[in-house]
């Protein structure tokens, strides 16, 4: 699709609106210096990019569009950036720094109520700018490991901020690695809200976010090391149909080659069928790729569900759930990796998919507002975008096999809000009882 230059087409970009991009045009000569010709055609080039990618997704994105846009020409296109990954890419760099430098400003400003103000104002910066928000949370990852690379630099400068901000409210002692795990969970709510582009809300929910992140304090004491699980012996059980026999190999090839590089002949190879059998089953490889997510989310809440409600109380049911999930996804590491890394460039359908079952463990969580009725409405939702963000960066750094250690932290992170630091800890550090 290439955007029309209509008013009601018009993108907001942190470079202008798209219906300016092509009078803002300058040509060399005529006093005007080539390097301020070579800014305008850059800047012009963002601006496309972040309007068309935030509107048709990367992977339907074309250098075709982008010039069409923003009338520079397809051999400038090509002196400025190899490809349109790496127009993205410097894109989300050129953004980055000025909003960085904006909070900087806000929490100077803002005196001992600094971590609230930057809070709401990171908030407000991406509902007002959602196009180029959506391209850094969303968009990026689709551009494959330069884009991780740069997502994750991003993320290491707003840590830096959140934990110096965080060891300026009164009577906390420093934890980063607490704070790593919230703003993982902030940038989890705000990733969620940006693909279903229900980025407005995000300001209505910033004083709710705020009770949420003071009402999780450090634990009292550090939790012990759970009991390392066997990987299971002898082959893996890959289906009992042709379609699950595919849905593992899907989640196989992706683990194994990243999901832009998969072709629908890799996943008959890795299921040992034919490409008509697989065609017989499936449309296309994203086709397969939906199925999969959705295959391996019933799978998981059909052993995580019933474990806990067979716990003694509700909050050993959390902690049960957790495990269940972990040992799920330790026990299925291509599924983990596809669940929880690769599926951040599959689009907004995967994205939906996957979802469901950070919505249902959300729902799981009702019980906690009779404990705390004055637990703020996001707590639930907050909660379980964070466990979420915990067992992602588990699967990235350590391996799905690894996924038991972070039991009972994701455990402490979720009641906490429900039932302050002392009862989630003695939660958190013990294993559930059984009726």
Same mark, same amino acid.
């Given at each position: 699709?290439?955007?029309?230059?209509?008013?009601?087409?018009?993108?907001?970009?942190?470079?202008?609106?798209?219906?300016?991009?092509?009078?803002?045009?300058?040509?060399?000569?005529?006093?005007?210096?080539?390097?301020?010709?070579?800014?305008?055609?850059?800047?012009?080039? !963002?601006?496309?990019?972040?309007?068309?990618?935030?509107?048709? /997704?990367?992977?339907?994105?074309?250098?075709?569009?982008?010039? $069409?846009? *923003?009338?520079? =020409?397809?051999?400038?296109?090509?002196?400025?950036?190899?490809?349109?990954?790496? *127009?993205?890419?410097?894109?989300?760099?050129?953004?980055?720094?000025?909003?960085?430098?904006?909070?900087?400003?806000?929490?100077?400003?803002? /005196?001992?109520?600094?971590?609230?103000?930057?809070?709401?104002?990171?908030?407000?910066?991406?509902?007002?700018? +959602?196009?180029?928000?959506?391209? *850094?949370?969303?968009? @990026?990852?689709?551009?494959?490991?330069?884009? $991780?690379?740069?997502?994750?630099?991003?993320?290491?400068?707003?840590?830096?901020?959140?934990?110096? @901000?965080?060891?300026?409210?009164?009577?906390?002692?420093?934890?980063?690695? @607490?704070?790593?795990?919230?703003?993982?969970?902030?940038?989890?709510? %705000?990733?969620?809200?940006?693909?279903?582009?229900?980025?407005?809300?995000? #300001?209505?929910?910033?004083? $709710?976010?705020?009770?949420?992140?003071?009402?999780?304090?450090?634990?009292?004491?550090?939790?012990?090391?759970?009991?390392?699980?066997?990987?299971?012996?002898?082959?893996?059980?890959?289906?009992?149909? +042709?379609?699950?026999?595919?849905?593992?190999?899907?989640?196989?090839?992706?683990?194994?080659?990243?999901?832009?590089?998969?072709?629908?002949?890799?996943?008959?190879?890795?299921?040992?069928?034919?490409? =008509?059998? !697989?065609?017989?089953?499936?449309?296309?490889?994203?086709?397969?790729?939906?199925?999969?997510?959705?295959?391996?989310?019933?799978?998981?809440?059909?052993?995580?569900?019933?474990?806990?409600?067979?716990?003694?109380?509700? $909050?050993?049911?959390?902690?049960? @759930?957790?495990?269940?999930? *972990?040992?799920?996804?330790?026990?299925?590491?291509?599924?983990?990796?596809?669940?929880?890394?690769?599926?951040?460039?599959?689009?907004?359908?995967?994205?939906?998919?996957?979802?469901?079952?950070?919505?249902?463990?959300?729902?799981?969580?009702? #019980?906690?507002?009779?404990?705390? +009725?004055?637990?703020?409405?996001?707590?639930?939702?907050?909660?379980?975008?964070?466990?979420?963000?915990?067992?992602?960066?588990?699967?990235?750094?350590?391996?799905?096999?690894?996924?038991?250690?972070?039991?009972?932290?994701?455990?402490?992170?979720?009641?906490?809000?429900?039932?302050?630091?002392?009862?989630?800890?003695? %939660?958190?550090?013990?294993?559930?009882?059984?009726?």
């Amino acid at each position: 699709m290439v955007l029309k230059e209509e008013p009601d087409a018009t993108v907001i970009t942190p470079w202008g609106q798209t219906s300016e991009l092509r009078m803002r045009k300058l040509s060399p000569g005529r006093g005007i210096p080539r390097a301020e010709v070579i800014r305008n055609q850059r800047e012009r080039l !963002f601006a496309a990019i972040v309007a068309v990618a935030s509107e048709n /997704g990367f992977e339907a994105t074309t250098v075709a569009q982008l010039i $069409e846009v *923003c009338g520079v =020409s397809r051999s400038d296109f090509y002196k400025h950036f190899a490809n349109k990954a790496d *127009c993205l890419i410097q894109a989300v760099e050129a953004i980055s720094e000025p909003t960085l430098q904006e909070l900087q400003r806000v929490r100077e400003a803002a /005196g001992k109520d600094a971590p609230e103000a930057v809070l709401l104002r990171f908030l407000e910066l991406v509902a007002a700018q +959602p196009a180029a928000a959506r391209i *850094c949370f969303v968009e @990026l990852y689709a551009t494959g490991k330069g884009g $991780e690379l740069v997502a994750d630099g991003c993320f290491r400068s707003l840590l830096r901020l959140a934990t110096e @901000l965080i060891g300026e409210l009164p009577n906390r002692r420093p934890a980063p690695e @607490l704070a790593e795990v919230l703003l993982g969970g902030i940038s989890k709510i %705000v990733h969620t809200r940006l693909y279903r582009r229900e980025e407005k809300e995000l #300001p209505k929910l910033g004083n $709710e976010l705020w009770t949420w992140l003071t009402s999780v304090r450090p634990p009292p004491a550090a939790f012990g090391t759970p009991r390392r699980q066997r990987a299971p012996a002898g082959p893996r059980f890959t289906g009992y149909t +042709p379609a699950e026999r595919i849905a593992h190999a899907v989640a196989s090839v992706v683990s194994e080659r990243g999901l832009g590089a998969m072709q629908t002949s890799d996943i008959a190879a890795k299921a040992e069928i034919s490409l =008509s059998t !697989f065609y017989e089953h499936f449309t296309d490889k994203t086709d397969a790729v939906l199925a999969t997510i959705e295959m391996s989310g019933a799978q998981m809440m059909a052993s995580a569900v019933p474990a806990a409600r067979r716990a003694a109380s509700w $909050e050993m049911g959390v902690k049960a @759930l957790y495990e269940a999930m *972990c040992a799920y996804f330790a026990g299925e590491p291509a599924m983990a990796q596809l669940a929880a890394v690769g599926i951040y460039g599959a689009g907004p359908d995967a994205l939906a998919r996957r979802d469901r079952v950070i919505d249902s463990l959300a729902e799981m969580l009702a #019980p906690g507002y009779e404990e705390n +009725p004055d637990a703020p409405a996001v707590t639930a939702e907050a909660a379980a975008a964070t466990a979420y963000a915990l067992i992602r960066e588990q699967v990235r750094r350590k391996g799905p096999q690894s996924l038991p250690a972070i039991v009972p932290l994701a455990t402490y992170i979720t009641l906490v809000g429900f039932v302050g630091p002392d009862r989630a800890y003695a %939660v958190a550090g013990n294993p559930p009882r059984r009726h």
